[in-house]
């Protein structure tokens, strides 16, 4: 699965001319997905652009709010986002946890509220620098999975970004990543008893 995070970026004409190539360009199929996750006042523009051109690309959203009824300025709920045909939303990003105060009892909201519309979660996991150098990623981590639930699994992916690789230039190294990951997918089967594997 390939994900594309413009987070704050973009106009209508570059997202014409990214989703134009990268239609063209590269061949997605169901083990290759790729998610287009632009700023949200683009969701609608780009989910036209996609169904003209018959893109491959999935549309998903960088954000959700799992009130549908409250009246939250800047919120976009899930019946909004269906109305674009977006099958896919990130959720627990670091910087909206930084930046929003997302915990895990908002998060796991989030995840219902989702799942329940049928929008596939993309559930973001990291630790900072100083958790990783005091050797403390995996109960880090253990901490922010333990809101996911096993009902969840057929629907969830996870992505694994450190937190101090982003905007760094400090990159983490192919064994790094692949403990990493070991350790999300075990977590996910023995503690979570997820019934299905998740997508890590």
């Given at each position: 699965m390939i994900i594309a995070n413009w987070k704050m970026n973009g106009s209508r004409e570059s997202i014409d001319s990214w989703l134009?190539?990268?239609?063209s360009d590269i061949e997605f199929n169901e083990d290759n997905l790729c998610i287009f996750c632009p700023p949200s006042c683009f969701l609608d523009y780009s989910s036209s652009l996609i169904n003209e051109i018959?893109?491959?690309?999935?549309l998903g959203s960088q954000s959700i709010n799992f009130s549908k009824d409250s009246a939250l300025t800047g919120g976009i709920n899930t019946e909004m986002l269906r109305e674009f045909n977006t099958q896919y939303v990130l959720i627990g990003h670091s910087e909206q946890r930084e930046y929003f105060n997302e915990d895990n009892d908002?998060?796991?909201?989030?995840?219902?509220?989702?799942?329940?519309?049928?929008?596939?979660?993309?559930?973001?996991?990291?630790?900072?620098?100083?958790?990783?150098?005091?050797?403390?990623?995996?109960?880090?981590?253990?901490?922010?999975?333990?809101?996911?639930?096993?009902?969840?699994?057929?629907?969830?992916?996870?992505?694994?970004?450190?937190?101090?690789?982003?905007?760094?230039?400090?990159?983490?190294?192919?064994?790094?990543?692949?403990?990493?990951?070991?350790?999300?997918?075990?977590?996910?089967?023995?503690?979570?008893?997820?019934?299905?594997?998740?997508?890590?």
């Open positions: 134009r190539l990268a239609s018959s893109s491959s690309i999935i908002s998060l796991k909201l989030k995840l219902k509220s989702a799942i329940e519309s049928d929008i596939s979660p993309i559930f973001c996991v990291g630790e900072p620098n100083d958790i990783k150098l005091k050797g403390q990623t995996k109960d880090f981590l253990s901490n922010q999975l333990q809101i996911l639930d096993k009902k969840y699994s057929s629907h969830l992916s996870i992505a694994y970004e450190p937190i101090w690789a982003i905007g760094t230039g400090d990159n983490a190294d192919l064994h790094y990543i692949e403990d990493i990951h070991g350790f999300i997918k075990d977590y996910c089967d023995t503690e979570l008893d997820f019934e299905e594997k998740v997508s890590v």
